[in-house]
């Protein structure tokens, strides 16, 4: 693949878009020519040749950005390559098994055709956004989850696929972690 990628991200306090921009630097360090940008400023695709869209889980529901975007872009993403990744859990549950996409998120990835999705761990630190996020930082439950390690891997296989042309089978990108 020689066109450019957009790793796009719905985010309140910053974490998934960390995430994007973990994730694009893999793409780049492969060669891939990778850019990142907030889901909500996103206005045409049609200069990238693939497209991942990240998004903050939030009571169980994807980013509003996030939404909203492959709503508005739907026939567009049909039309290339798509993963999808999320970030939310604030617990290590995301590193130790597979967390499947929230109902949504599965049905915007079919009316895509999205080759895969995967969810990471949150953040949740001081100074977070929304009257719930500083209740569950004051209540001892927030931190930092995410696995910047895990997050680089699943980054190389999409990496792979797209130098390769390869679909989401075994030991790809796709729905889970084949880490």
């Known amino acids: 693949m020689t066109g450019k990628v957009l790793v796009t991200y719905g985010t309140t306090n910053g974490s998934t878009a960390e995430i994007a921009e973990a994730v694009a630097g893999v793409l780049t360090k492969d060669g891939i020519p990778a850019e990142t940008a907030p889901a909500g400023t996103v206005k045409d695709i049609t200069a990238y040749d693939a497209v991942l869209v990240g998004g903050g889980l939030y009571g169980g529901r994807w980013h509003r950005d996030a939404r909203r975007f492959v709503r508005r872009n739907r026939r567009a993403l049909a039309e290339r390559p798509v993963w999808f990744f999320s970030s939310g859990p604030l617990d290590p549950s995301a ?7 929230v109902p949504a998120v599965r049905r915007a990835m079919d009316n895509v055709d999205a080759r895969g999705h995967v969810t990471f761990g949150g953040r949740l630190e001081e100074g977070a956004k929304g009257r719930i ?11 930092d989850f995410r696995d910047f390690t895990e997050i680089e891997a699943w980054a190389e296989q999409v990496a792979g696929q797209l ?5 989401a089978g075994e030991g790809g990108a796709g729905e889970g972690k084949t880490l």
């Not at 590193?95 to 996409?101: A, G, L, R, T, V």
């Not at 130098?163 to 679909?167: L, N, Q, V």
């Open 133 to 143: 996020a500083k209740m569950i930082v004051r209540n001892g439950k927030g931190g």
């Open 163 to 167: 130098e390769g042309g390869g679909g």
């Open 95 to 101: 590193s130790e098994k597979d967390i499947p996409p």
